[in-house]
């Protein structure tokens, strides 16, 4: 099987190569994941310059093409990109995101069957129209969540029957580790330990997480809550919060950005991972959370039902509700934490890891491909 991912976002930064592939790790991850699979796979990138290279037997061309007007990120010469991917002659094509009509069309054009996989693209925009026309001929749509598809259909932007495959965006390389020697690096501590990592802003929800602390730590007197953060819109509103209740400020940490390098330590000292986003396409790090053990306690949306096969790991709670978030964290609070550590590892492994990421793309690929050879045979009988 031959596969061509395909790559229609371009970097603001200008970088092709290695470069490129060092800042988007898990651009090359995947397709890397899909090749340990038993594919031939092969990544075209659109890019400020023509160029290529490759990482780990998997080739990388790098297609030049002006940028869009008024948006950076999309390359606006989607025929030159297409022929480049013709030449690798593919017997199935994977699109990264929904936000490229222009290329997605073009790619259809080439015959072989396309899978569009989910990049957090909103199904409605002013592009409404012509992202109907570049969907029109996709042979199937990948989701985090099969029901994460359904705003597509809905929208008309996915045609009835379609194929839907649940398979996330990406997986992570964050591996479990000693939790005492990640608690001696990270400076954490609690019991129990609970980690955020993701912004302070409105989706996300920090402040129902905050209440929801607060509301637990008469039952959890020595837990610790430690934000790691980026953007911080909402770090005022935090702040007022905790100069309001002063007993709460002694137990949340407000530790700002986190090299990525050293999430991986974080992971592995919490015991608790907490996020209450109410929209997430997949939910990079709820990923690293459970590959390093530690157990989430999430909103209930459907990538986080996706991932965490709806509860059976961890828990869900309704999204803005804090007594819910507060009643679970006491509930799991109580139970055995290395049985909860042991079971989020096992978890990850068996339904989240990259060799199961790589083996489910291409189990859908050849799902797609045989469909397309049946439909072709009918057609000329």
Known sequence: MRVVHVNCAQDAERRTGPALLDAWPTLAAVASAVRSAGADVAVVQSSHEDAWCERDGVAFRFVAEPAMAGRSTAGFAPMRFARAVKALRPDAIHVNGFGFPLHTRAMCALGPPVLVQDHADPPRGRIRGLRRWGLARVAGAAFTASEQAAP??????????????????????????????????????????????????????????????????????????????????LLDR??????????????????????????????????????????ESCG????????????????????????????????????????????????????PAEAMRTQAVRHFESELSFPVLGRKLVAAYQTLIDRHARSRKGRSS
């Open 152 to 233: 597509f259909f809905q929208d008309g932007a996915l045609k009835p029957g379609t194929p839907v495959f649940s398979i996330p965006e990406s997986s992570t390389r964050f591996r479990p580790g000693d939790m005492a020697a990640a608690r001696i690096a990270t400076g954490l501590h609690g019991r129990p330990a609970i980690l955020w990592v993701g912004h302070l802003n409105a989706n996300k929800d920090p402040i129902t997480i905050l209440e929801a602390f607060s509301l637990a730590l008469p039952r959890l007197p020595d837990a610790c809550l430690w934000y790691c953060y980026q953007h911080a819109p």
């Open 284 to 335: 990079y790090a709820l990923l690293e959370a459970l590959a390093c053990g530690a157990t989430p306690i999430v909103s209930d949306i459907p990538a986080f039902r996706g991932l965490m096969m709806h509860g059976a790991i961890g828990a869900l709670c309704e999204p803005g509700d804090a007594d819910s978030f507060a009643r679970t964290l006491v509930t799991l609070s109580a139970r």
């Open 238 to 279: 935090l702040r007022t919060r905790l100069a309001a209740e002063p007993g709460l400020s002694e137990r949340v940490h407000l530790l700002g950005a986190v090299p990525h390098a050293k999430v991986e330590n974080f992971c592995r000292a919490a015991d608790f991972f907490m996020l209450g986003s109410r929209s």
